[in-house]
């Protein structure tokens, strides 16, 4: 038996979990669960302990035993599953992004019930402006079997894809589609077109609007937003303003203060609650009371605009974001499992929430 | 031979016949991969790109490069880091510019940052990823109070060495980066005894956490100063007046307040804290566990029309929400809590750790800041 069991061990200098199974008498399965899990289904809580200790004394060492599978794998041509995904967001996460978080609450859910690893990784490395960064080490060197990316710059799956180790690995991309991957997004065209009706419905025919129209979710959001224009017999470019960010940015309360003297404009729509909440205190600051004097509608259901009472009154689209994160790790590993799926796109539905800052805008 | 070699990419190149074909020595090749200076940019590519018509594999490499290393038993970084954080924390700006702060740090050396959430109750050990009982993560960032885990990450075989840093609080058996809660406690006593109130109450979330201890010292540390007995004139107050000490059971009673669900027991919560108030008329200053904290008690003590800072002055803790889009949030007179930094700080540590450079678990206590906004008055002008 001794002699056995020290055969591999001599072979390779390492003890794998065939040595801790022979000793024990057991599997070589059944000795990868006893090590490996503390999962009292395939083995019991006894033989778990009693596999432990023998691992223990013959000095088994998963990392160098890992290393040698690995490099097995890879000397026969195949690239083994390390059960780590890449979470490429864009350069800080601040406390102010309100996506990221429960994105990344819904991808870790679902990585974790399959004991995958969720690596957060700055796109910073992937900044083509900034010369000589390098991807994390993990990356280069084939060890992360997919990858998420939230934001960020369009090459980044350019440039995944010409890391020799990354070439053919999975990727799906969040909320902002990118060219040359998967993708799971919301439905902007309908959530575009569902606050507009909602407006056209209370009466307004005159709305500013801040969507970002380069970029293709807004683009959608605008083009929902025109067809439900015209399914109400307006015609969008009368009825829909397009107010400009960058410059709104500068001037937020100027804007307001244009918007307040023209008496054009009867309702604001925000590109995410965010946005909506700085220009809730902007029109505050105007002394413009939401809805009576304007109405406003955000994006995304993500940040309250509180009222004396304690409630949310902001009415906006609410989008599924954990959701979308948990989507996002299935379709990766739906991918990983299976590498002939075609690129796809995964949308999820949105949903109007009419809360209190939309009204009939007043005839004053 | 050359020409073989690049029609027939093999399974099993060696840096060796990389450096042949290139007409390098074996160590300008690994100098190559690794991007060493040494080897100018021009050799490089070179290299890099012989390597890549050869059929050479890296990750091969690596695979080969680690058993070798595991064999003669040396120490193989993986420049994987994991922090551990509780599963609110996307909720939570606090924790978020903290894991900004170590991100920053990681990426910058091409660190990767496994992302583990605990579940609420912090007692039970999280699920970890497969890549844990793989040994394979090189260190781990602590980012609560998290005493169990890190008791059985060190009888874990992968994990009795391995550096671990514990953020804000400071545990025994690991490295911690804190702030000077101490130093705070004290700062904002001091500024409420200036303005001329004595009787403080002081809101914490368990007496037993390092934190709310440190600070609490503080306090008492300033009282003492002023020859007040803390005893008489600094009140205690634990959360559980208004909703369980679990800061998991605050954020979420927070989320749930802010969107006006489950209101009904909330409001029988305020009803006993402003009962207890009115108990206690000489008490004329707050300190809150933090400025989420902080805003519900401003909330709270308006709707009862006590307004803030004329009747009571009130004072948070971190400074995480003045630039968030909350109004009131701009107005909080708090003690400003360095949470990059304090990021930034653990993963330079924990970088130390693993060069070696850095072997005993020291801990790095960071400064902290009064920042006086409109929530505090004097007590003399009234």
Known sequence: MTRENSTSQLASGIVTLQDIADRCGISKAAARWAVMSDDDTHVSKQTRERVRKVAKELGYNPAANQAARRLAYRKAGKAPLSYLIGLIVHDHITANDQYFNPLLLGALEVLEAERFGGMVMSSSAFNPSVPDVHLPMVIEHGEVDGAIIYGSFSTMVEQLRSCPQFADRPIVSLISPLPGCSQVVSDDYSGGYALMKHLLELGHRKIGHFFNLAGTPHQLRGNGARQACLDAGVNPDDCLHHLDYNKFCKTIDEEIEIIKNEKKITAIVARQDLMASLIYQALQRADMRVPEDISLVGYDDSIPIVDTSGNNFLTTIHVPLVEVGRQAIALLLRHLHDNTLPIETVSLPVELVVRKSTCTPSQA | ?382
């Not at chain 2, 781990?140 to 990450?153: D, R, V």
């Open chain 2, 1 to 382: 031979m050359s020409d073989n070699l690049i029609n027939k990419p093999k399974q099993n190149l060696t840096l060796n016949e990389i450096a042949i074909h290139c007409g390098v020595g074996k160590s300008t090749v690994s100098r190559a991969f690794n991007n060493d200076p040494e080897v100018s940019a021009a050799t490089r590519e070179r290299i890099l790109s012989a390597a890549k018509k050869l059929g050479y594999s890296p990750s091969q490499h690596e695979s080969a490069r680690r058993l070798a290393l595991q064999k003669y038993g040396r120490k193989v970084l993986n420049q994987v880091v994991s922090t551990i954080f509780p599963n609110y924390f996307h909720q939570a700006p606090y924790f978020l510019r903290i894991a900004n702060g170590i991100l920053d740090v990681l990426s910058s050396v091409n660190y990767a940052v496994l992302q583990v959430l605990t579940n609420n109750d912090s007692s039970v050990n999280p699920t970890y990823p497969t890549i844990f009982s793989r040994g394979e993560v090189d260190g781990i960032i602590l980012g609560s109070q998290m005493e169990n885990i890190l008791f059985a990450l060190r009888k874990e075989s992968g994990f009795n060495d391995r550096p671990i840093v514990s953020i804000i609080h400071n545990m025994p058996g690991c490295a911690s980066v804190v702030a000077d809660d101490f130093s705070g406690g004290y700062q904002l006593t001091n500024h409420l005894l200036n303005l001329g109130h004595r009787h403080i109450l002081h809101f914490y979330e368990n007496v037993d956490e390092s934190v709310f201890g440190r600070r609490h010292s503080g306090m008492v540390h300033a009282m003492n100063e002023w020859k007040l007995d803390p005893d008489v004139y600094l009140h205690v107050c634990r959360w559980h007046w208004i909703g369980p000490l679990d800061p998991a059971h605050v954020s979420e009673k927070l989320t749930t307040y802010l969107h006006g669900k489950n209101a009904r027991l909330f409001e029988e919560n305020i009803a006993g804290f402003l009962q207890d108030l009115s108990k206690n008329p000489e008490i004329t200053a707050i300190a809150a566990t933090n400025d989420i904290t902080a805003m519900q008690i401003w909330q709270v003590l308006s709707d009862a029309n006590l307004s803030v800072p004329e009747r009571y002055s009130l004072i948070g803790f971190d400074d995480v929400i003045s630039n968030s889009y909350d109004i009131n949030g701009s107005s909080i007179t708090t003690i400003r809590v360095p949470l990059e930094e304090i990021g930034r700080k653990a993963a330079e540590l924990l970088l130390n750790m693993l060069a070696e450079a850095q072997t005993d678990n020291c801990e790095i206590v960071l400064p902290v800041e009064l920042i006086v906004r409109e929530s505090t008055s004097s007590i003399i002008a009234r």
